[in-house]
């Protein structure tokens, strides 16, 4: 089945700067990969996806990256803010779980003022 | 609000008791999932429901029943649980399998 890696599991950045959060999948058929951020008290949340047909996508401060052929797909926030402070999750999908989607561990992310 | 809405937002149970987790969208999303969320480790998928009917149970125990009577509400029966299965249950819908989940905010589950 699949298998999502994710790194790092903590990152503190300063404000302004830039994070970046990396993740592998292990089934080649995954053509999905959405990433998610959870913030204290509330469930995650979808911020951004990317399907297979293209290589990258962005949404204001925020990118996704993916190489299908190295199977991994990085998430970029650019002039991170306090509130970017959170918890991100990567996911993917996968032929044979075509009804879900596989999570990676988390990365808890801090943006010191 | 997300939509996705989860009642009760905590919960405190004994070992021996049965209660039941609430799960309500009005989205028109047809897939609604149970996931378990315990400290430092990955989201766990229990249950998928696509269209009422159950799709995947990921191995989860017995002591977990779920039951999704129409498309816009889940509920997750709890018996004789154990202290290990304390946690955050997050309920999730998607409008089909390959779409983006919204979550619930959760309940968060002790057993005593």
């Known amino acids: 089945g699949e298998n999502v890696e994710q790194h790092p599991s903590t990152l503190s950045v300063q404000e302004g700067d830039s994070a970046v959060i990396k993740c592998t999948y292990s089934?080649?058929?995954?053509?999905?990969f959405p990433w998610y951020k959870q913030e204290l008290g509330k469930g995650p949340q979808l911020i951004i996806d990317?399907?297979?047909?293209?290589g990258e996508k962005k949404d204001q401060r925020i990118a996704v990256t993916l190489n299908k052929t190295a199977k991994h797909f990085s998430l970029h926030i650019t002039e991170t803010q306090p509130e970017d402070s959170a918890v991100y999750f990567c996911a993917a999908n996968g032929e044979t779980s075509y009804d879900k989607v596989i999570f990676g561990p988390g990365t808890s992310l801090s943006v010191i003022p | 609000e997300t939509g996705v809405t989860q009642t009760p937002r905590h919960l405190v149970m004994g070992m021996t008791n049965k209660k039941s987790l609430k799960c309500e969208q009005h989205?028109?999303?047809?897939?609604m999932y149970w996931y378990k969320q315990s400290a430092k480790k990955p989201l766990e998928l229990m249950f998928v429901y696509n269209f009422k009917e159950q799709t995947e149970n990921n191995s989860v125990p017995s002591r977990f029943s779920p039951e999704c009577p129409n498309s816009s509400h889940l509920f997750l029966h709890l018996h004789t649980l154990q202290p290990e299965d304390s946690a955050l249950y997050l309920c999730?819908?998607?409008?089909?399998?390959?779409?983006?989940?919204?979550f619930g905010s959760g309940t968060r589950l002790t057993v005593v």
């Open positions: 990317i399907r297979s047909n293209v």
């Open positions: 999730a819908s998607s409008q089909d399998r390959d779409y983006g989940y919204t």
């Open positions: 989205l028109g999303h047809n897939a």
């Open positions: 089934d080649s058929a995954s053509n999905y």
